[in-house]
């Protein structure tokens, strides 16, 4: 099988070699990609979110299956057009992608399949904006209807700071606060059945401690040793299953990868946000304790064969990934500086260092070209022993100005 990853980042990257170590895999392609794919693999340049750009490479490189990573080119209706030429792809639709591309749509599949979310009210003006957060209270949660690259929400105890969000935006979500912890579970499915993959938490702020920004994402660790024991068999039942049920109910089956951001709190588990693809950072933790083959699944994903596919298996022990962010990461990343320690930090036992914003300049050096830098990932028999491992390896790499979480998995719950 021929495949084809369209993106530039470092889930990217881990789906790359992931699908590099799957022997129904024979060849492997990537479109954009970035300095550390291109080391892997063939790359190719496209506008990923066009459409027909990508079909036609997808096309003249006799591609088996096409696999989507952003978030954006699915919106765009890249997996339709790549559909249209008989060449299986995995990612939904655009419309179906809509369950990320607009939060009211997507509180509104979840109010119809009956899934346990926050109580939300979209707005469209400053006295709707201001009657929600008056009726939800502090701390309030002001969320842009559109897609923001996770840069769209805002958590704050300031009334002042979420109105002026809200009026920014133009039209937002405004919600109930969910306490508790946040996991993230991600399914692959054909659009009727869905497969679980392992849980993993994702750390969105920018520093220590969760203090800062929310970010796209500054590291992860699988699996999840404190979360309930039927943790994913009550997620499966009780949000994902009913929620691709209902897209099928209205004529939009969701094929690809459905990734429920959920919080657990004191009052049960509840949907925070559903994404219509891999999520970046986890994902790099997740694939890289995966040991049955990737390509066959997503094939079985994208062609509705997903009943008489063997379920994933997985390496025991546990996965951590260090996210390595650019100087001013993520107000206003600077790009362009030298990245050094590459070799040091890949020769670590268990690490793999996978691209995320870089390129090669033109002496052959690899420099920083995006905020997110490098996703350092290590696996261990435990979560200290690939946390140990990512940022022995972390601590290797030089990069002007660049900051990373230092207690990412540290204190797992
Ligand atoms: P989203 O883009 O919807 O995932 O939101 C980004 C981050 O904002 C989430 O991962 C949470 O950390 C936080 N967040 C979103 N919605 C809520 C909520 N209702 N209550 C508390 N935190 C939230
Ligand atoms: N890990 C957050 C996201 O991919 O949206």
Redesign the pocket.
């Known amino acids: 099988m021929k495949v084809l990853v369209i993106g530039s980042g470092a889930r990217e990257h881990a789906l790359v070699r992931c699908l590099l170590r799957d022997p129904e895999v024979s060849e492997v392609h990537a479109a954009p990609g970035n300095a550390g794919i291109a080391a892997d693999v063939a790359v190719h340049s496209v506008v990923a979110d066009q459409p027909e750009a990508v079909a036609d490479l997808a096309a003249r490189l006799g591609t088996d299956l096409v696999v989507v990573g952003p978030e954006v080119p699915l919106v765009a209706g890249v997996t339709d057009a790549v559909k249209a030429r008989g060449i299986a792809c995995f990612g939904p639709s655009g419309r179906a992608a809509k369950l990320e591309g607009s939060?009211a749509f997507a509180k509104d599949v979840m109010a119809a399949a009956e899934v346990p979310t926050?109580m939300?009210v979209v707005c469209e003006t400053r006295a709707e904006a201001e009657a929600a957060l008056d009726r939800f209270g502090a701390?309030y949660?002001v969320?842009d209807d559109g897609l923001?690259a996770?840069k769209?929400?805002v958590?704050t105890d300031d009334r002042a700071a979420a109105l002026e969000h809200a009026v920014a935006c133009g039209r937002v979500v405004i919600?109930?606060?969910?306490?508790g912890p946040?996991v993230s579970l991600f399914c692959v499915t054909d659009g009727r059945v869905a497969v679980p993959l392992t849980p993993a938490q994702?750390f969105?702020?920018a520093y220590d401690g969760d203090e800062g920004p929310?970010t796209g994402g500054m590291g992860a660790y699988t699996p999840l040793p404190w979360a309930p024991d039927d943790l994913v068999g009550d997620v499966m039942a009780r949000v994902v299953q009913p929620t691709i049920d209902e897209m099928l109910r209205r004529g939009i089956p969701f094929a690809g990868l459905l990734y429920a951001?959920l919080?657990l709190t004191s009052r049960g588990v509840?949907v925070?946000?559903f994404?219509a693809r891999f999520g970046d950072p986890e994902t790099q933790a997740v694939l890289a304790r995966l040991r049955s083959g990737l390509g066959g699944l997503l094939r079985a994903a994208a062609t509705g064969g997903l009943a008489q596919h063997p379920e994933p298996v997985w390496q025991d022990g546990a996965a951590v990934t260090v996210v390595i962010a650019a100087n001013g990461y993520p107000a206003a990343p600077r790009t362009g500086d030298p990245i050094g320690g590459l070799a040091e930090a890949g020769a670590v036992k268990g690490v793999e260092v996978l691209h995320a914003g870089t390129r090669l300049a033109p002496d052959g050096t690899v420099v920083s070209s995006g905020g997110r830098v490098l996703s350092v990932t290590a696996t261990g028999e435990d979560i200290d022993e690939a946390r140990a491992r990512a940022y022995e390896a972390a601590g290797h790499i030089t990069l002007d100005g660049s900051h990373y979480r230092t207690d990412i998995a540290l204190r797992p719950r």
């Open positions: 939060k926050a939300a701390p949660v969320k923001a996770g769209g929400v958590v919600e109930e606060y969910l306490d946040e994702d969105k702020r929310n951001g919080a509840r925070v946000e994404n």
